[in-house]
């Protein structure tokens, strides 16, 4: 009687949990659909380093994430779809920019969510906001190499074809002007000379004709001699300056023309490297121009990236909890580690102190001749310690385990309502139960986040739900339901207690 009572109960919490889920969906979606942020999207030359859930910053600070990747049939560039956060406002100048996150090819995105008013032709104007399903049309990207060297390219023969004129220029046309300087210069000089020698002759007549004038005339024609000598001392110093001068500037155009034909040399030797790489020659031609290559490099540091942004996302939840059971007076501690490296996936490890202890089954078979066969079944039950290892999925509001559950295996599943500060959990494992004509374990529990930190909760639930008998209190087992409460510390916690901890211990130690 006791069984079909049992079936009974079950069948009827099924149908109250379903009833009580389905309202609480219900009315949690109603709740928060208008508070959900909107949808924007832009479009892309180049999408690659992009990839969902991935970060979306304002000045640092996350508002949002990329929520799907697709080509633009129009287009034919990548159409990148972003969820912003409830709260963001934006307008039409809004600006998006594709970023490097890290030297492996990851990416992000920057958004300047934009301003009310604007100018726009030296006239203010007001900016429209962006609704759901708007496009960002400010879309700012990094330059590729392969366009910086499409520009290289481009530009070397234009540079080649200015150092010919200048190579040209000077061999030519400023060899000949300071060839025609120091002709000039030359030739100027032996005119002088000539001239002064002249005069010199006709100060000498004079001074014949004017010797029987008084000494004045005599005297006058003196300082036109010593005139003459300090004309002829200055040309002379005049023109060995002027062909030391004309010496140096034609060394310096041998300087340069030097300078021009090793800088023609490098040209041509750059022209014939970079035409290698062009072609596909040497292991730098061929790291550049085959493709399989290029794909193999760009597989390897996606992965790479992956696996980084992997443990670098990677978000730890340690839990401290503690169930009273009423029936059996006992205590349970739990402790648990809730590993995340994504939103939708995370693994479960506890260790776990139950009163009732960890039972094994043993089942002995007697041959006697006299009694004939006979089997005797044996539950032992220790105060070992049992652990769980689950591994979970998240989809939307409920999610699903399976794994080791109490060191048995099990599943079980969790529905968050009300911004997750609300939580069931139902868990089903020790399916060996049924070799001592038990049914499975159930355990169904009721989480509320008090203060909405994530930190402190409250929980209250029934266990065993299943098996109304009870040999015994205690360890026996047997329904029985409980009330209790959980701490729980996230990364950040983690971090303060740790730099709180050291801070202690190294002033402990220095006392």
Not at 150 to 176: E, F, M, N, Q, Y
Not at 292 to 310: L, P
Not at 389 to 416: C, H, N, Q, V
């Amino acid at each position: 009687m006791r069984r079909s009572w049992a079936s009974v109960t079950v069948g009827l919490l099924v149908v109250i949990v379903g009833a009580i889920s389905y309202f609480l969906i219900r009315s949690t979606s109603e709740h928060t659909s208008g508070s959900k942020g909107i949808k924007v999207w832009g479009l892309f030359h180049d999408a690659s380093g992009l990839f969902e859930k991935s970060r979306v910053q304002t000045a640092g600070i996350s508002v949002g994430e990329i929520d799907k990747r697709e080509l633009d049939p129009a287009t034919a560039r990548a159409r990148v779809t972003i969820k912003m956060l409830p709260g963001i406002t934006m307008y039409e100048n809004a600006v998006v920019s594709k970023k490097s996150a890290s030297l492996l090819g990851e990416y992000y995105l920057e958004i300047d969510p934009g301003t009310p008013f604007a100018e726009v032709k030296g006239q203010p104007k007001a900016m429209r906001q962006l609704k759901d399903g708007d496009q960002i049309l400010n879309v700012r990207e990094p330059t590729a190499l392969g366009d910086i060297m499409a520009d290289v390219g481009a530009l070397l023969p234009i540079l080649h074809d200015i150092l010919d004129d200048v190579h040209r220029l000077t061999s030519g046309t400023v060899t000949d002007i300071a060839e025609n300087i120091n002709k000039l210069i030359e030739s100027n000089a032996d005119t002088l000379g000539r001239l002064l020698t002249r005069v010199d002759t006709i100060a000498a007549n004079v001074e014949g004709v004017t010797s029987t004038e008084a000494g004045d005339v005599k005297e006058s024609i003196k300082n036109v001699r010593e005139i003459t000598e300090s004309i002829k001392s200055l040309i002379g110093t005049t023109q060995g300056q002027v062909a030391g001068t004309g010496t140096k500037v034609q060394g310096s155009i041998d300087r340069l023309q030097s300078t021009l034909d090793n800088l023609d040399k490098t040209m041509k030797n750059m022209e014939t490297v970079t035409g290698r790489l062009e072609r596909g020659e040497g292991t730098a031609g061929k790291l550049l121009t085959d493709d399989a290559i290029a794909n193999n490099i760009e597989n390897i540091t996606e992965d790479a990236s992956g696996f980084v942004r992997g443990i670098t996302k990677l978000q730890t939840v340690v839990g401290l909890r503690t169930e009273y059971n009423f029936i059996s007076n006992g205590v349970k501690n739990y402790l648990s580690v809730q590993l995340i490296p994504r939103p939708d996936k995370f693994y479960l490890i506890e260790l776990i102190e139950d009163p009732r202890g960890y039972s094994s089954t043993a089942r002995t078979v007697t041959n006697s001749s006299l009694t004939g066969s006979s089997s005797a079944t044996t539950v032992t039950t220790t105060n070992q310690l049992r652990f769980s290892l689950m591994l979970g999925k998240r989809i939307g509001p409920a999610a699903f385990r399976f794994g080791i559950k109490e060191s048995t295996g099990g599943f079980g599943g969790d529905l968050y309502m009300l911004d997750d500060r609300l939580s069931l959990s139902v868990d089903v494992f020790n399916f060996a139960a049924s070799n001592v004509g038990q049914y499975p374990r159930v355990k169904g529990t009721l989480s509320w986040d008090v203060f909405s930190t994530k930190t402190f909760y409250v929980v209250a639930g029934a266990d065993d739900l299943l098996n109304y008998t009870r040999p015994k209190a205690g360890a026996g087992g047997g329904f029985d339901y409980f009330l209790g409460a959980q701490l729980s510390f996230n990364d950040q916690d983690l971090k303060s207690l740790l730099l709180f901890g050291g801070g202690a211990a190294a002033g402990s130690a220095s006392k």
